[in-house]
T-cell receptor, first 115, second 115 residues
Framework: AQSVTQLDSQVPVFEEAPVELRCNYS??????LFWYVQYPNQGLQLLLK??????LVKGINGFEAEFNKSQTSFHLRKPSVHISDTAEYFC?????????????FGKGTKLSVKP | AAGVIQSPRHLIKEKRETATLKCYPI?????VYWYQQGPGQDPQFLIS???????DKGSIPDRFSAQQFSDYHSELNMSSLELGDSALYFC??????????????FGAGSRLTVL
């Protein structure tokens, strides 16, 4: 079963509008959560992470995410998007399986910002 | 700041050929990870190395092997290539975690095309 679920495969939005990309995690993974962004034909860049402390996490490029334990969610938000935010966004969770563990990704959400 | 360096960035091979991808982790990072991202897919964990020893294995085919050398660089060797091996291969590295999870820094990826 998928341990990290991104509820929307594609999200179209107009420039300067707010956006929320949804992510839910299952109890089979840890509550160490991450959002990565992948611009076209590029690698994965860390946007933000939740490891402990405040449930509201601020990241780069004006993005933030809120860890909600009761709803097992870690949704990504930005109050006003730009054309340059067009990319694919991956929610990920730390998986303790094995010796050192690894990162498990959701299926990704393609954010398309239109002028 | 130094990043994870991967080479080559692009590679084209024929079916049944062999390919080798290289990864140079961030200095003083003790763990290296390999991920495979098929077209339109999320990154899948292949294998990891901790202090030059194989740590964990994910969905790595038997035709693939990897190792980490004394200078900490890692190589992913892929033999008897199949069309389905066409993908973006990411290397990532991390240092010792300060909390319960490691934070992975990814390279730009190596795109393998099998014809």
């Amino acid at each position: 079963a998928q341990s990290v679920t991104q509820l929307d495969s594609q999200v179209p939005v107009f420039e300067e509008a707010p956006v929320e990309l949804r992510c839910n995690y299952s109890s089979s993974v840890s509550v160490y959560l991450f959002w990565y962004v992948q611009y076209p034909n590029q690698g994965l860049q860390l946007l933000l992470k939740y490891l402990s402390g405040s449930t509201l996490v601020k990241g780069i490029n004006g993005f933030e995410a809120e860890f909600n334990k009761s709803q097992t969610s870690f949704h990504l938000r930005k109050p006003s998007v730009h054309i340059s935010d067009t990319a694919e966004y991956f929610c990920a969770a730390w998986n303790y399986g094995g010796s050192q563990g690894n990162l498990i990704f959701g299926k990704g959400t393609k954010l398309s910002v239109k002028p | 700041a130094a990043g994870v360096i991967q080479s080559p960035r692009h590679l084209i091979k024929e079916k049944r050929e062999t390919a080798t991808l290289k990864c140079y982790p961030i200095p003083r990072h003790d763990t290296v990870y390999w991920y495979q991202q098929g077209p339109g897919q999320d990154p899948q964990f292949l294998i990891s190395f901790y202090e030059k020893m194989q740590s964990d294995k994910g969905s790595i085919p038997d035709r693939f092997s990897a190792q980490q050398f004394s200078d900490y660089h890692s190589e992913l060797n892929m033999s008897s290539l199949e069309l389905g091996d066409s993908a973006l291969y990411f290397c990532a590295s991390s240092d010792h975690p300060q909390t319960g999870a490691r934070v992975l820094t990814f390279g730009a990826g190596s795109r393998l095309t099998v014809l």
